[in-house]
Nanobody
Framework: QVQLVESGGGLVQAGGSLRLSCAAS????????LGWFRQAPGKEREFVAA????????AYADSVKGRFAISRDNAKDTIYLRLNSLKPEDTAVYYC?????????????????WGQGTQVTVSS
């Protein structure tokens, strides 16, 4: 089993920045990819970014490319999502997820473990 705990959400004005954290614990050695997804009210959950467990490769959704950055602290088994130049349309609950078998996948059904989510609200 793997446990994921997100933190770092909050309320920010448009153009501002936030950093989300996701701490992984348990059988983390079995993981291939960690990813971030988000879900806005009334919308489906969507892929945001992913990073391989080694931290060597990353992938981003087109909507956040150039504004968001995913990274990993190997010593802490923690990944981060830096959100820059935030827009009101970035408002959502952000979820951390872990995949046992797939590399940099954007498909939510290919992730095996999920965190509880952290709210990000961007005001205009």
């Amino acid at each position: 089993q793997v446990q994921l705990v997100e933190s770092g959400g909050g309320l920010v004005q448009a153009g501002g920045s936030l950093r989300l954290s996701c701490a992984a614990s348990g059988r983390t050695f079995s993981l291939r990819t960690l990813g971030w997804f988000r879900q806005a009210p009334g919308k489906e959950r969507e892929f945001v970014a992913a990073i391989t467990w080694t931290g060597a490769d990353t992938a981003y959704a087109d909507s956040v490319k150039g504004r968001f950055a995913i990274s990993r602290d190997n010593a802490k088994d923690t990944i981060y999502l830096r959100l820059n130049s935030l827009k009101p349309e970035d408002t959502a609950v952000y979820y951390c997820a872990a995949s046992l078998y797939f590399m940099l996948t954007a498909r939510s059904n290919e992730y095996n473990y999920w965190g509880q989510g952290t709210q990000v609200t961007v005001s205009s």
